[in-house]
Each structure stands twice: as structure tokens, then as C-alpha cells.
């Protein structure tokens, strides 16, 4: 397959296209990013990796971080996490409030705001240095020690994270937080704040392609089972209540966030990130849905 071939005829067919949306502004740093960005890496082996415009720029990863606290949630508890979380798509705005009323605490799913809340939770109560532990699992997926936090995008989303922190409160009265909830936000800001580019973002997920192992070294990070568990909440739950569009017109597993990145994988294939921080109406990156379309598309290949 020629891919770099396949990722330029996407750059120039993304280039004329009309884009409507806005980026992100309920956290102000978000709203200060150039709207023109746009980059996109894929991701085979250290040796085969394909890409165009700003892949080696940093930007803020946003909720694609939650497959990163599910997977470490999962490598602590195995099957017992599933009694603090479902595993639906919900159907309903990513930081919304009204599900857990009459769904008694449980969040629908660990990718929306309520279930990544309860994953911090688990972080915070079983890990010594949760943020330290994060970066640590992120450096070793990537082999990549320079990707760190932005402290400033982490604070501006303290300074207005008003719902977030209502979330944990109400969890909390129904039952299912157990932590302080200082320390649960503070970790969740961090997550969210993870500065990658899509060359990083798309070799960090490359374990989900790869049956839970880091293609270059061989090492296991996380059982097949485990996996499949991830994969198949990122296809059903990965887009916000945007799921069931990005697999109609996608058809890959894969995780966006509202930085305007998006990563998704194709099993023992490959794995690809995208990043235009111009969101639609759901919160997905417009150009980057178009993008990945096309790129599923053009190679004839998803997982269905
Ligand atoms: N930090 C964001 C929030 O909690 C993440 C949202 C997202 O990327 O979906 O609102």
C-alpha cells in the first residue's frame, strides 16, 4: 500500500475544502490555537511511517487520553472496573449530567466525562504519583521521554471546570467516587493537558494494533483481552455521541478529543492520527473525521 501517496492526495483534497466549524473555547487556551493546523501521521513501524503538514506539532490531547487511564485502570482492577463502569454509548453530550441521576452513579461509558472521572478516581486511590505514573506509561508505549504536560492548558481548565468538578460532587453523592475530589480533578486536568503530536499519539497507540505489545521492543503491556475490551469501546464509544457516524463513515476503532485530535487504529495494520482543531457540532475535529474517511476510503480498508 502507498500510504505517503494516499496521505497526499488527502492533503490536497482537504485543502479546498470549505470548513465551518470552531475551535474549542470553554477552556481559553484551547480558543488561542492557529485554526489553520492540520497534520496527519501513520503509523506501521519505526521504519514504514507515513505523513503531512503539522504532524510533529504538539498539541493538547485532550479526552484521547482516557484510553491511557482506561488501560491503566484496567491493568489494576481486570474485570472488577466493570462494576464501577458501563459500557454503552451514551448517547448524549460528552459532559453531560443527567444519566447518572437514574443510572445511580454509573457512568454509561469510561470516555465520557463521568466515566474518565471515575477512572482518575481509581488512579488517585491505587497509585502512589498517578500524574507520574501516567507519563511513565506514556514515555514507555512511545519510547518517547519528552512528551510532559502542558501546566498552562492543565490550569486554564482548572480555571473554568465548573461541570468536571460538579461531575466528581454528584458521583460522589451517589456513591461511586471515593477519593477527595481535589485530587481527582487535578489529576483529571493533567490527563487532558498531555502535549503529542500526531507522530507521538499515533505510536503510543500503536499497542492497540498490536495486540497489547510495543511493535519495536516487543514488550507486553497489556493482555489480548484487554484490548479487544478497549478497541471495542473506542468503536462504540470513541466519538462522543458521534460514535455511530465516525464508524459509518470511518470504520475503525478510535478516540477523539476536543484539541482536535483524533487517533484510530487498524488491527495489525497500522495506527493513524490526525489533528485540525477546527471541531463540528459534536466536538470532533471536522477535517480530521473528512480525513480519516478518506483514508479508509482510498486504501479500501477497515475493519469491516
Ligand atoms: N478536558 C476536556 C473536558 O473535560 C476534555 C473534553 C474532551 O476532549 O472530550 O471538558
Known amino acids: 500500500m502507498n500510504y505517503q501517496q494516499i496521505l497526499d492526495t488527502i492533503y490536497e483534497e482537504m485543502s479546498y475544502r470549505d470548513v465551518s466549524g470552531k475551535v474549542a473555547s470553554y477552556i481559553p487556551e484551547l480558543a488561542r490555537v492557529d485554526r489553520k493546523k492540520f497534520g496527519m501521521h501513520v503509523y506501521c513501524g519505526d521504519q514504514e511511517n507515513f505523513s503531512f503538514g503539522d504532524s510533529d506539532e504538539c498539541f493538547s490531547i485532550q479526552s484521547i487520553s482516557k484510553v491511557f487511564t482506561l488501560a491503566m485502570a484496567m491493568r489494576l482492577m481486570g474485570e472488577d472496573l466493570w462494576d464501577r463502569l458501563n459500557v454503552e454509548p451514551s448517547g448524549d453530550p460528552f459532559n453531560s449530567l443527567t444519566q447518572l441521576e437514574y443510572e445511580n452513579g454509573v457512568p454509561r461509558n469510561p470516555f465520557i466525562n463521568a466515566g474518565a472521572l471515575v477512572l482518575s478516581d481509581i488512579l488517585v486511590d491505587q497509585l502512589k504519583d498517578p500524574k507520574r505514573e501516567l507519563l511513565d506509561f506514556v514515555h514507555k508505549i512511545t519510547g518517547d521521554t519528552s512528551i510532559k504536560y502542558d501546566e498552562t492548558v492543565a490550569q486554564s481548565e482548572k480555571s473554568t471546570g465548573y461541570r468536571n468538578i460538579a461531575l ?105 492520527a490526525v489533528w485540525s482543531p477546527i471541531l463540528n457540532e459534536k466536538g470532533n475535529s471536522e477535517l480530521g473525521m473528512k480525513a480519516l474517511e478518506r483514508l479508509t476510503t482510498l486504501t479500501g480498508v477497515s475493519v469491516f
Open 168 to 272: 466528581v460532587n454528584y458521583i460522589k453523592a451517589l456513591g461511586n467516587i471515593k477519593c477527595d475530589v481535589e485530587p481527582i480533578v487535578d489529576f483529571y486536568f493533567h490527563q487532558c493537558s498531555l502535549s503529542m503530536s500526531c507522530a507521538q499519539l499515533s505510536k503510543a497507540f500503536m499497542i492497540f494494533a498490536n495486540k497489547g505489545r510495543v511493535l519495536e521492543t516487543g514488550e507486553k503491556i497489556l493482555k489480548p483481552k484487554t484490548v479487544k475490551r478497549i478497541n471495542a469501546l473506542m468503536q462504540t464509544c470513541g466519538f462522543y455521541d458521534e460514535a455511530g457516524e465516525f464508524s459509518f463513515q470511518v470504520g475503525l476503532p478510535g478516540k477523539s478529543g476536543v484539541g482536535g485530535g483524533i487517533v484510530a487504529i487498524h488491527p495489525d495494520n497500522y495506527s493513524v
